[in-house]
Structure formats: structure tokens, C-alpha cells
């Protein structure tokens, strides 16, 4: 499957989560989301930023126990319960958020 | 827990001509979810998937190198080092990265420790599951 984005097809696996990384940008991440049925506000933002940076920095995108402690860290404790994230994104938030992210299914995620 | 095994991931191969070091690293982060005493190894040529401020663009391949900085957060925190394997290679402990991890109190310790062939064999022996890539 693919996106199509601003006149152009974005490939994208079987799952959805983008193919090549550098293609992603904010609007390409909304039509993501809405094919997500995600509706983004500045919280989901925040989950998604994050998951970028880290990305950045450690070339991984993080198992969910590894992204909620690293939360905590930068949001505090009642922005990153799993609670919090599984209202922010239902199906599963590293799974989710990493796709909406543009960066590829998680590793360590069971 | 009761059922925690001790599992050492044994890494003897240099990072980018083959698989065997992505795939380590893989397994490595896949297991950790299952909280078990993990340490990992490197010696033999192992010892140069640790070192600093690698570039993979030449070769086309992605740099995974950033990716062993990310094991203390998934709670790996025993990276063991041969000090022999170093020494052959003419390298020293100044050419590896930075591995941290932090503790209950969130300060943060060294993950790599060098330790000699003989403390290699012992810390092998301590272990119930070895798995070598």
C-alpha cells in the first residue's frame, strides 16, 4: 500500500508505516493519522515529536515499556502511563504513533 | 523472580560484512522484553561493532551503531568487553562508544566493562543460555 500525497504516491509496506523515511513531513503524517482514524491534537504531537527525536538519535523506534519510561523523563508521570497513551492512540501507541511518525514498526514490540 | 535465566549474547564479528551483528542486536532488544539477566559480549572481531563514531554511507548500509547507545533503556545493562580482543587489533577502551544505563535513581553508570580472557571464560561459565553470533 501507499499514500498519496500532494500529487505523488508515497510507498508504504503492507502495514502502512512508510517505506523511506525521509519522505515523511507534518501533512503527510495527518493523512497517516486519518487513515488511522487518529484525530491529532498537540498531545499526539508531542508522543509523535518525541518519537522522532529518539529516532534521530538512536536509529530505533522504541518498544512501548522503553517509550513510556523515556516519557516520563521529558513529560512527567501522568503524560506517559499506558493509560494515557492508549486513549491517545487506541491500537497501540508505539505501533500507532511510530506510523504516524513515519519511522518503522518497533522493534521489541510483542 | 524465580525463573530469570541468565542469558549472554556473545558477539565475535565485525559489524557490516555480515548479518550477524544487526541480527544480535535484534534479538538482543526482542529478548529484553522478557526480563531476563542479559549481558552481552564482544571479542574477536566483535569488538569493532563498539566503536565510536562509525560512517556506513560509503557502503550503503544503515549505521546501526547509534541503536547500542539505546540498551540501557531496555534495561541491558552488562556490556563485557575482552580486553585481548582490543589489544590485537591495536585498539583501546578511548575507541568505543559511550554505553549508559541508569539506575532506580536515575544516575547514570558506565555499561562496558573490558575484562580479560580469563574473566570472559568465568563470566561465560556463570550463565544458563549462551547464544553466539
Known amino acids: ?110 | 523472580m524465580s525463573d530469570t535465566k541468565r542469558f549472554l549474547y556473545v558477539n565475535r564479528k565485525a559489524p557490516h560484512g555480515t548479518i550477524y551483528a544487526l541480527e544480535s542486536l535484534e534479538v538482543v532488544l526482542i529478548g529484553a522484553a522478557f526480563e531476563q539477566d542479559v549481558s552481552l559480549a564482544f571479542l574477536d572481531d566483535g569488538v569493532f561493532q563498539l566503536i565510536k563514531k562509525q560512517a556506513t554511507t560509503g557502503i550503503g548500509v544503515k549505521n546501526f551503531a547509534p541503536v547500542y547507545r539505546a540498551l540501557g533503556d531496555y534495561d541491558v545493562k552488562k556490556i563485557f568487553v575482552e580486553r585481548e580482543s582490543l589489544e590485537e587489533r591495536g585498539l583501546s577502551e578511548d575507541d568505543l562508544m559511550e554505553i549508559v544505563h541508569e539506575d532506580d535513581e536515575e544516575e547514570e553508570h558506565n555499561s562496558i566493562e573490558i575484562v580479560d580472557r580469563a574473566r570472559m571464560a568465568e563470566i561465560m561459565a556463570a550463565q544458563d543460555v549462551i547464544l553466539s553470533f
Open chain 1, 1 to 110: 500500500m501507499g499514500y498519496q500525497w500532494n500529487g505523488q504516491e508515497i510507498a508504504a509496506d503492507e502495514e502502512g508505516y512508510l517505506t523511506d523515511l525521509s519522505q515523511w513531513n507534518p501533512e503527510l503524517a495527518l493523512l497517516i493519522a486519518e487513515d488511522e482514524k487518529v484525530a491529532m491534537t498537540d498531545e499526539h504531537w508531542e508522543v509523535v515529536n518525541f518519537l522522532r527525536e529518539y529516532y534521530d538519535e538512536y536509529q530505533i523506534a522504541p518498544a512501548i515499556r522503553v517509550l513510556t519510561k523515556a516519557l516520563k523523563k521529558k513529560l512527567g508521570e501522568e503524560k506517559s502511563t499506558n493509560k494515557y497513551l492508549y486513549d491517545l492512540f487506541p491500537y497501540g501507541p508505539a505501533k500507532q504513533a511510530c506510523k504516524i511518525a513515519g519511522l518503522p514498526k518497533p522493534t521489541g514490540c510483542v
